[in-house]
Antibody, heavy 117, light 107 residues
Framework: EVQLVESGGGLVQPRGSLRLSCAAS????????MSWVRQAPGKGLEWVAN????????NYVDSVKGRFTISRDNAGNSLYLQMNSLRADDTAVYYC??????????WGQGALVTVSS | DVQMTQSPSSLSTFVGDRVTITCRAS??????LNWYQHKPGKAPKLLIY???SLQSGVPSRFSGSGSGTDFTLTISSLQPEDFATYYC?????????FGQGTKVEVK
């Protein structure tokens, strides 16, 4: 059974930092592009970032460029999202998801990030 | 960026009804269009990829069609477990973008 389990969410003050992790099992993690997708309260889904199998290519939505960094550890079957300079509009449930040709097959249950003073 | 627009934003319907949701892209995306089902507190679920390919394990009452800018998700006979929010997503160009969602509710 494929499992993606996010951790590291929580309450953080504006301009603070947080690091999300995603632990993968049941898949050959190193074979997949991986992404982070978020959903703000009462809003729809928004793709945030993705990373190639070997970590050599990364892409970001404009609103997080320069603030968020996606990374991975294939030996540990883990995906990360380092979030700096957090803003109120970054408040969301963050999902990790595997990519195949741009669509998301496997998803985690999500981690809630709340940016508030 | 490619903008995705879904209609309707919400609909109320009965079990057994045929449901059609449309998705329009702001430019041609060929057949790089995917559909997801999302229930509160759960992970989104891939239903359809590449416009019309049914994801493994998804019931055959779900189908997708379209190409270019106009796409459709059809549920042939709505079941109680199908009440959820549905999203389209383009995978033609980065940033990948989603429609705003269509909430399917019980009438």
């Amino acid at each position: 059974e494929v499992q993606l389990v996010e951790s590291g969410g929580g309450l953080v003050q504006p301009r603070g930092s947080l690091r999300l992790s995603c632990a993968a099992s049941g898949i050959t993690f190193s074979n997949f592009w991986m992404s982070w997708v978020r959903q703000a309260p009462g809003k729809g889904l928004e793709w945030v970032a993705n990373i190639k199998q070997d970590g050599s290519e990364k892409n970001y939505v404009d609103s997080v460029k320069g603030r968020f960094t996606i990374s991975r550890d294939n030996a540990g079957n883990s995906l990360y999202l380092q979030m700096n300079s957090l803003r109120a509009d970054d408040t969301a449930v963050y999902y990790c998801a595997s990519n195949s040709y741009g669509y998301f097959v496997y998803w985690g249950q999500g981690a809630l990030v709340t940016v508030s003073s | 960026d490619v903008q995705m627009t879904q209609s309707p934003s919400s609909l109320s319907t009965f079990v057994g009804d045929r449901v059609t949701i449309t998705c329009r892209a702001s430019q041609s995306i060929s057949r790089h269009l995917n559909w997801y089902q999302h229930k509160p507190g759960k992970a989104p679920k891939l239903l359809i990829y590449a416009a019309s390919s049914l994801q493994s394990g998804v019931p055959s009452r779900f189908s997708g069609s379209g190409s270019g800018t106009d796409f459709t998700l059809t549920i042939s006979s709505l079941q109680p477990e199908d009440f959820a929010t549905y999203y389209c997503q383009q995978s033609y160009s980065i940033p990948w973008t989603f429609g705003q969602g269509t909430k399917v509710e019980v009438k």
